[in-house]
């Protein structure tokens, strides 16, 4: 499956952004999809992630309350919603898929199909 991220950009803090990840490929509905951040000199944390239905999500702590993740089968889509974003929001987000599910950890080697990353950059 082929992912394409996009929606960054850059927003004030307390704003909002909405991600999409557009999927080709494969028959969508049969992937557990993530979002994944990246900041400067930090490693990949995970943010959020789907089940193949919708009817289950799971997030970061850090985002819990302010991130909302969801997808629509018919249009191959996850979106990640962010609300009241902060400075430490900034990143390059990236969209993730895999038809497996590992327990709900979320470890990033999980996830076998990458998008390219967009960028989130919020400013105080």
């Known amino acids: 499956v082929q992912l394409q991220a996009s929606g960054g950009g850059l927003v004030q803090a307390g704003g909002s952004l909405r991600l999409s990840c557009a999927a080709s490929g494969r028959t969508f509905s049969a992937y557990y999809m993530g979002w994944f951040r990246q900041a400067p000199g930090k490693e990949r944390e995970f943010v959020a992630a789907i089940s193949r239905s919708g009817s289950s999500t799971w997030y970061g702590d850090l985002v819990k309350g302010r991130f909302t993740i969801s997808r629509d089968n018919a249009k191959n889509t996850v979106y990640l919603q962010m609300n009241s974003l902060k400075p430490e929001d900034t990143a390059v987000y990236y969209c993730?898929?895999?038809?497996?599910?590992?327990?709900?950890?979320?470890?990033?080697?999980?996830?076998?199909?990458w998008g390219q990353g967009t960028q989130v950059t919020v400013s105080s």
């Open positions: 993730a898929a895999d038809p497996n599910f590992y327990g709900g950890l979320w470890y990033e080697n999980e996830f076998s199909y």
